[in-house]
């Protein structure tokens, strides 16, 4: 039994190894330089291969479902719930950059280069950066921490600090403010819920008013 238990424990910290310390990896770096798919696609590879990656151990090396990583079934209130959600973090944000604006704080110039990519492109990469970072963080990350600490907060702690500390390689300060935000709130959504397509849903929408709409408006600077 206690062997057991310890191997279990073990293969819950490779599945933490891979769900939250590849995100911090240069490899979308290294796919966009030698992939040979390009600039868009290049990156991608990785954080689709991530996706499968936490999907397949789920099912195949841990054999569980992947109910256990918050893949439950959508009950009626999660759309308006996410709706919700994602005006709390857009208003959050508004009010973020404003001081940023202030203090003269702005994102790096690789974020900026997102508004300049297809309209389609970025319709996909908030789909993707929705389903991907919730699976990972929220999903597999605090599920798994919870599992192997019994603490609820601590993995929604570890999970909201890490959440936070990847945006900023990409976009600076800047960013990493705005994503702690919307870290907190998608969190604090989750341990609510514990359902994760509110979250990505919440995220997913949040992702389309910055990628979509704000470059439409000609808010960005």
Do not use: C
């Not at 039994?1 to 191997?7: L, V």
């Not at 599945?15 to 290294?30: E, K, Q, R, V």
């Not at 929604?156 to 709130?185: I, Q």
């Amino acid at each position: 039994m206690a062997q057991s238990r310890n191997e279990n424990r073990i293969l819950i910290v490779i599945g933490l190894l891979i769900a939250l310390g590849l995100p911090f990896s240069h490899l979308s770096s290294w796919g966009k330089a030698h992939s040979g798919l390009g600039p868009l696609w290049g990156g991608e590879v990785f954080w689709l291969a991530l996706f499968l990656l936490i999907v397949v151990y789920v099912l195949v090396v841990e054999r569980k479902s992947l109910s256990s990583i918050g893949f439950r079934s959508v009950t009626p209130m999660a759309i308006p719930i996410a709706i919700a959600a994602a005006f709390v973090i857009a208003a959050g944000d508004v009010v973020i950059s404003s001081v940023e604006a202030v203090f003269h704080l702005a994102v790096k110039t690789q974020i900026n280069a997102l508004f300049l990519t297809p309209l389609w492109f970025r319709f996909y990469l908030a789909a993707r950066a929705a389903i991907v970072e919730e699976t990972a963080f929220r999903g597999y990350g605090f599920e798994r921490l919870t599992d192997l600490t019994g603490s609820k907060w601590l993995a929604a702690l570890v999970t909201f600090a890490l959440f936070t500390a990847a945006h900023y390689p990409g976009g600076g300060l800047a960013l990493a403010l705005v994503a702690a935000w919307g870290g907190l709130v998608l969190t604090l959504l989750y341990l609510w819920r514990r359902n994760i397509w509110t979250t990505i849903i919440a995220h997913w929408l949040t992702d389309l008013v910055g990628l979509v709409l704000v470059p439409a408006m000609g808010l960005h600077h």
